[in-house]
């Protein structure tokens, strides 16, 4: 007998204290299923205090606690491009947080984790056995994110594009199944942004960019004068990590409250029509400050349009700083999707895929060259819709669900639409984007609060031995599908 | 003194026999709030029951429901996999309504309650090798078959339009000669003008090679291919043929090639029941199994489906209980007209934002022909209801004089007014939603199939059939209450049943506006002074014919029959007395006379 017998034409729910997981390349989120916002959302770096040989003093630290400046301490990221990087400080951030905030009785309460589309069975195989090991969970199951977009927004067949901070992905979803072979991945996400900003506030001479941590007074100035601050007593030996941790944040803060999408693609061939592009958007409208911690405003007006249009045209950014620009090498933003059968796929299977996917729209001019393609926003997922079976194209272009926090940019998505308007003709294009930007944030774990809480899904959850049973192949690739 | 006092002083009994015992009773209680009735008002009806209860039964129930005990829930664990053969047991909470004792006695025998929705797709079990093998000959050869046939009509197709393609170019090598021999014998100012000449007629040549280009698109797969190819064509119109049928002949080679492809990198047991597999965990949803296919072989989503297809075909055709039905909408399946199905649809979305246009406002266009073609209808049969003259029902002799002429100026222009008033509701009716006008019916009087003639009908269905017309152009709704006697009027009655449906034809007579009975009915043969009636009267009583009574002059039923009958008989009555009197008078004179003469 359940509890929802009664009413269960309306109400498939049953809630059984799932907790849900979502650790992503920024922020890792925590919480109860059936709850519509996770209850953590922590930051996916810790602090490590570098003492050599004293291993007691080796404690890592996470959340609010890593932002308050120590001597020797580190600052060091969990995840990259949304998978674990550093498995050991990975599952204490996730013990510390199941046993002291979310209090976890681990026996009854099964847990459900959100993965990304490109990870390779090896890591995936790590990743549950180490969960199996390291917490007693009764049950677990590896969600895919853009499946919990899709559950979040209730619709089965669709586009899910997840602007996030490493990465930049375009996933189809068919009745709640993501298609690995025509998901499409770049990095020119948040993190590209970041370190555009990055790059063009060292270009400015004389502007002194201190982490706040280090702030004991300022007054406010605007850009070209000198700044005037007082710095406070730290402790000695801060660490470089910890100052670059410090400074992303604000380059984060930056990109959140500056930048803005330009309503017209910025690159022309046309000189004449790029010189009065670039007109309009110096015009004083367009202008605004933003206060760096030393308490100087820079003013920027035409920086912040170009800035994000490279979301669009990633090519458009050069970097003056050569490191930065061998961190992103062109990317065409295909999946190289691994399977047992890897080894022997024949050559041909590759060049067969490419003239499979290269009916896009614009014609043939484009496949010749699409090996060493850029691939910006709207291209690829153009791209995305022309290589998926051309039954499914049009449900799935009327239902594109722009997420992730990147995606919060005044006018992207307006923008989003226009150019996929016009490069696909054929198709009704309709985006969906979430107006609450926690929400927008969040969804890949809304999504998972749901699945999580749906009386149907309990028979979907996979106990430690039936694994081992199984083994990991099976349950991969059927299971967790 | 209430007015129990009083019911007791006249010594009436109440229904209960214990009313002061009750009354007493009544006060210890405390009377239920009355709700819906104002305390004063109530008070006044003292202790007579109301007709209706008054008490509030919600408020009683919810009393009620206070007395009931809280309903337990219970957090109870449960597996959601008990159901299952397969399923591994977890145990999960949660919380269910309802005693622990009560529930654990339940849960025994009971599956998870959502274990129903965990249905599978039943997909037919692979067969074993040797079977499979066995299968898999009698499929490629069916295969071959298939494609043998499908070349050869590839090939007629092909011969046909190369042929097509020799009689265009013929045509326009003629029309170059002409051009030609034109510049020869003309002169040079002339010469120019048969030059753009050729030229157009090239051009137009080349129109109707792209012409044909875009039916090959919407006709027939590879429609781009040749199509560019052939373009190319038109452009080089003085090409050799003999070249150009080289050139088919090597595509037609590499077509089959392309066509071997097809039929190559047979299917092993191990892939097939690979295959099958992902079906069965996928629940046949192709674009996943797609997806998820990854054996290492090059297959498109057809070649999986068709495989799986045609196994399955086998596989049900060799039991016993075959679902032939099914059998035949799995032998619908052809992977060919799949991919061509999908490349027009890849061609229709290929289309850019100009075409699309272009063939929007065709379409807009078509649309508009169409509007025009039905308001054409419509205008002509508005000509048509102008040219519907009245229908006289009466004889030309009454128009003749001044006042016959006004009223049938009056009453063509009510005709008219209405005709008006039909157009304008039909004007009002079509632009809302997209109903698609409609032509008005053409007038009964102005088709020729209406015939005019009127000798079966009786005077009055004619003078009906002449209201009935004109009720046709007023309003709808009335138009269809009044369709039941209508129909019954077109009706050829005969005398009697017009007496049996009680229709009467007034005629001429003056009848009072609004419903009158007919027992008030002021008969003619009453118009008399009221001492003849008084002898009529008289007369009646005398005769034992039986009135109202008093001085109501009715008969006791006064039917039309009765009524008409009544009133000749009151005629005849003063008839009679009149000539009573006549002949008194006559007699008395006579006498007076003899008595004068003195011949008594």
Known sequence: MSSTNNSTNVYGGDEINAVVLDPGSYNTRLGYAGDDFPKVVVSSYYGIHENGN??????????????????????????????????????????????????????????????????????RQKFVETFYETFSFPALYLAKAPTCVSFQQGRPNCLVVDLGHDSVSVTPVIDGICLLK???KTNYGGRFLDDQIKDLIKSKENLKVEGTYKIKSKTPVIYPNEAKYELRDLPENITESFDEFQKNKIWHEFKESVLEVPDRKLTTLNPKQAQSLKEFYSQDTYKRLFEFPTGQSLELGRERFELAESIFDPQITKFNDESLSKKYPPNSGELSIKSKYDDYRPLKRIRKAESN??????????????????????????????????????????????????????????????????????????LHAVGNSSERVNQAWIGGSVLASLGTFHQMWVSKEEYEEAGPERILNQRFR | MSANDVLDVLNISRDDQKGPAKKRQKTSTPVPRQTGMARELYNLLGPNTPPVNLTNTSNVSSKDKIKFKVSPWTRMPFNPNKGKKTGHEIILNHWVKGSQELLEQEDKDKPYFFEKFDVKLDIPQLVDEETFD??????????????????????????????????????????????????????????KK????????????????????????????????????????????????????????????????????????????EETKYLFE???????????????????????????????????????????????????????????????????????????????AEEESLVIEARRFEMAAKKMLIERSHLLTLLDSPQSTQQVQQYLSSQGITNLYNHLMILDKNQKKRQLQQQ??????????????????????????????????????????????????????????QQLLMKRLTQKEEEAYGLYFHGSEKLTPGVTLRSNQRLPGLQQKSSVLKSVNQVLQELDIPTAGGTNWKPVMPTRKTMTMYDELLKSVVALLELKKGKDKLESEITLIKSQRGLE
Not at chain 2, 202 to 217: C, L, Q
Request: proline residues 5%; glycine residues 4%.
């Open chain 1, 54 to 123: 004293n291993k007691k003093n080796n404690k890592k630290l996470f959340g609010e606690s890593i932002g308050v400046p120590r001597s020797n301490f580190d600052i060091k990221p969990i995840m990259k491009d949304s998978e674990i990087i550093d498995w050991d400080a990975a599952t204490e951030q996730y013990s510390y947080y199941f046993n002291s905030i979310l209090k976890i009785d681990f026996k009854e309460q099964p847990i459900l984790i959100t993965e990304p589309v490109w990870t390779d069975n090896k890591y």
């Open chain 1, 182 to 184: 025509n998901s499409m």
């Open chain 1, 357 to 430: 996917q290269s009916t896009p729209q614009p014609g043939n001019e484009e496949t010749s060259e699409s090996k060493s393609e850029v691939r910006g926003l709207s291209k690829l997922i153009t791209h995305t819709l022309s290589s998926i079976d051309i039954d499914l194209r049009a449900s799935v272009a009327h239902n594109i669900i722009v997420t992730g926090g990147v995606s919060l940019i005044p006018q992207l998505t307006e923008r989003l639409y226009n150019e996929l308007s016009n490069s696909n003709p054929g198709l009704k294009i309709r």
């Open chain 2, 134 to 191: 066995a299968y898999m000959e009698e499929i490629r050869d069916h295969q071959k078959k298939v494609l043998l046939d499908r070349k050869q009509r590839e090939k007629e197709k092909k011969v046909q339009e190369a042929r097509e393609r020799e009689r265009r170019d013929k045509e326009k090598q003629k029309a170059l000669e002409q051009a030609k021999s034109a510049e020869k014998s003309q002169e040079k100012s002339e010469e």
């Open chain 2, 194 to 269: 048969s030059e753009e000449k050729g030229s157009q007629e090239k051009s137009t040549g080349d129109k109707s090679t792209d012409k044909s280009n875009s039916d090959d698109k919407e006709g027939e797969e590879a429609g781009d291919k040749e199509g560019d190819e052939k373009e190319a064509e038109g452009e080089e119109a003085e090409a050799e043929g003999e070249a150009e049928a080289k050139a088919k002949e090597a595509e037609a080679d590499k077509e089959d090639e392309d066509d071997e492809e097809y039929l190559s990198e047979p299917w092993t047991y």
């Open chain 2, 278 to 356: 992902l079906c069965n965990s996928f629940e046949l949803k192709w674009p996943i199994i797609y997806d998820r296919y990854n054996y290492g072989t090059d297959r498109s989503p057809e070649d999986l489906r068709e495989q799986f297809y045609t196994l399955c075909i086998k596989i049900l055709d060799s039991q016993e209980n075959k679902n032939t039905a099914l059998i035949d909408s799995l032998r619908a399946y052809s992977k060919y007209r799949e991919l061509d199905r999908k490349q027009y649809l890849e061609n229709l979305l290929k289309r850019t934002p100009a075409e699309i």
């Open chain 2, 428 to 485: 009002q009716k079509s632009p809302n939603g997209n109903q698609e006008p409609i032509p008005p019916p053409i007038p009964v009087a102005a088709s020729s199939s209406f015939k005019k003639d009127k000798s079966f009908q009786t005077h009055l269905q004619q003078y009906l059939a002449g209201v009935l017309k004109q009720n046709q152009n007023t309003t709808p709704a009335s138009r269809q209450e009044a369709n039941a006697i």
